[in-house]
Nanobody, 131 residues
């Protein structure tokens, strides 16, 4: 079992930046082997996969959603059991609840993350961007 806790959400002006953090804990001895991903869900919209990083911290451009490519970055620190999402040049359409997810052992880095591939989810952190 893996427990995830996001933090760092805030209300910001358009053009601003944020760093979201997700710390994981639990009884799973293999948690550092999982791919980690970030998703978001805006009111009335489906959950959108944003970015994914493998167990070693590798990612590539294909692993990002087109809507955030070149503006968001993902990284992880296994020693701290944490994964981060760096958001910059924020737009009002980035307003959503942001979730981190874990539990995928061999997800692809050639596409944005798919929610069906992840077992564990955090409660989310709210990001609000005003114009």
């Amino acid at each position: 079992q893996v427990h995830l806790a996001e933090s760092g959400g805030a209300s910001v002006q358009a053009g601003g930046s944020l760093k979201l953090s997700c710390e994981w804990s639990g009884t799973s001895s293999t948690s550092t082997q999982y791919y980690m991903a970030w998703f978001r869900q805006a009111p009335g919209k489906e959950r959108e996969g944003l970015a994914v990083v493998d167990s070693q911290g590798y990612t590539n451009d294909n692993a990002f959603a087109d809507s955030v490519k070149d503006r968001f970055l993902i990284s992880r620190e296994n020693a701290k059991r944490a994964v981060y999402l760096w958001l910059r040049d924020l737009k009002p359409e980035d307003t959503a609840i942001y979730y981190c997810a874990s539990g995928c052992v061999a997800c692809s880095l050639q596409q944005p993350p798919r929610a069906s591939e992840y077992t564990y989810w955090g409660q989310g952190t709210q990001v609000t961007v005003s114009s």
